[in-house]
């Protein structure tokens, strides 16, 4: 934060001395590139041009904006259209792993003897705490993907 407030004081401070003068470019003997006010006490410098900027073009000299290619036009059509059904089969499955949440959730907490399978054909009853447990996933679960 303070290189950040140091820096941009820097720069606002040098905005106007770099409006004022001219700047000079020149390279020392290690070969580094310099850009500054002073020309350097020996060696020859180049005086940098201040930037000019393009003339606005007139209303006439705008060209109008071009039409869309007819063979454009339906790819991007296309390409919309299958991002919206990928959008809706996305929310729609979102959808229902929501409603199965919810469906989970008010049995785990309306029945406090719950079973589970662990092997085939073998189920065991769960203890309050996994009880608890898998409360607390599941509205974790609904928080994070269903609002």
Not at 33 to 55: I, L, R, Y
Not at 136 to 147: P, V
Request: proline share 10%; glycine share 4%; hydrophobic share 35%.
């Amino acid at each position: 934060m303070r290189r950040t407030l140091l820096l941009a004081g820097l720069l606002f401070g040098c905005i106007g001395t770099a409006c004022a003068g001219q700047i000079y470019k020149w390279v020392d003997a290690q070969g580094v590139t310099h850009f500054t006010a002073q020309p350097p006490q020996a060696g020859a410098a180049s005086v940098v041009p201040p930037a000019k900027q393009p003339p606005a073009p007139s209303p006439a000299q705008t060209p109008p904006p071009a039409a869309p290619a007819a063979d454009q036009a339906p790819s991007q059509a296309d390409i919309d259209a299958k991002v919206r059904e990928e959008v809706a089969k996305k929310e729609k499955e979102r959808v229902e792993y929501c409603t199965t949440l919810r469906t989970n959730l008010a049995q785990l907490r309306n029945n406090p003897r719950l079973r589970v399978e662990e092997k085939k054909g073998e189920a065991r009853r769960i203890s309050e705490e996994e009880r608890q447990e898998k409360i607390a996933a599941t509205e974790k679960a609904i928080a994070d993907n269903c609002q």
